[in-house]
């Protein structure tokens, strides 16, 4: 919780708080509006740590890895909630503090956290899981929901 509360939260604040602001951004009240992604982002990584630990037996961090492949809460539509939770929290304040320098920082997050997903989370949990990781990652998408790709299609993960 202390490493996501410093790079979703301290960093952003003193980023938003620095001199450094390569372009304007201005959206008078409507950066308000900013607190709705920032309230759902934080609301669903607490509830993806939570799946992590009830059914997962572990935790999203590498030192306690969960034992079983978690398929269900958000993970039944995609396959990097928490991620993609953290970056909306990282939206919300590009909104309500508009801040062009968070903007930069959102975008280098996106790119980091690609390559980290894609280099080495993956291959660790395909190494893990085997062949139901691979059926995994056949059916559910990595970054964008199922259900806004294609609301026509009901199927969820494959039953592990």
Known sequence: ???????????????????????????????????????????????????????????PWPFDPPKRLVVTGLYRYVRNPMEGSYLLVLFGEVLLFESSALVLYLVSNVLFLYMRQVVVEEPNLRRRFGQPYEQYCKSVPRWIPRFIIDTREKKGPPNL
């Open 1 to 59: 919780v202390i490493v996501i509360w410093f790079f979703a939260v301290s960093l952003p604040f003193w980023i938003a708080a620095s001199d450094f602001e390569p372009f304007p951004v201005e959206l008078g009240s409507l950066r308000y509006v900013g607190w709705i992604p920032i309230i759902l982002g934080a609301s669903a990584i607490l509830w993806c740590y939570w799946i992590f630990n009830s059914i997962g037996k572990g935790t």
